[in-house]
Each structure stands twice: as structure tokens, then as C-alpha cells.
């Protein structure tokens, strides 16, 4: 890992040895797209799986899910609140 890092004058993004929290959020992240996309679906083509990711993450995971950071809200439902109270 290092040597390929070295090789192609890569900078690695890593925190102190044993913080095993950098990880974390994108592990989540994974195992979401995982539960609540993939393994519900049976891809024929490499094209037709990454079209369905990307609508997954834009249209769906980062407008319309709810999300305990913003009150169990959505992102889209917190930004028509904010634009309803500035009116």
C-alpha cells in the first residue's frame, strides 16, 4: 500500500494509528446503499447498476431520506422549511 502510494506521489489520508473513527461514515454509507439498493436488485450491466447507484445517492439518499442530524427530517423538507419561514 505504501510503496504504491509512494509510487504514484499519492498523499494517504490516515489518523493516528488505531482511531478507527475516519472510517466510520463511509462504512455506514455502504452498508445503506447496500441494504436499501443493491442487494434488492439483480444488475444485468455494469451501466445499468451505476445509473441506479446515482439516482440512488442524488435523487433519494442525499434529498429525500430522513436523517437523524437535521430532527428526522429530510434535507429536501429542511430546506422548503427554511425558504417557508424566510417568505
Known amino acids: 500500500y505504501h510503496k504504491t502510494i509512494k509510487q ?24 445503506t446503499l447496500k441494504n436499501e439498493l443493491v442487494y434488492h436488485q439483480d444488475y444485468k450491466t455494469r451501466f445499468t447498476a451505476i445509473n441506479d447507484i446515482i439516482s440512488y445517492i ?3 439518499y442525499n434529498q429525500t431520506r430522513i436523517q ?15 425558504y417557508r419561514q424566510a417568505a
Open 8 to 31: 504514484h506521489q499519492f498523499i494517504g489520508s490516515m489518523s493516528g494509528k488505531g482511531n478507527c473513527f475516519d472510517n466510520a461514515p463511509i462504512e455506514s454509507f455502504w452498508g
Open 68 to 82: 437523524k442530524g437535521l430532527d428526522y427530517k429530510s434535507p429536501r423538507q429542511v430546506w422548503f422549511d427554511y
Open 58 to 60: 442524488e435523487l433519494y
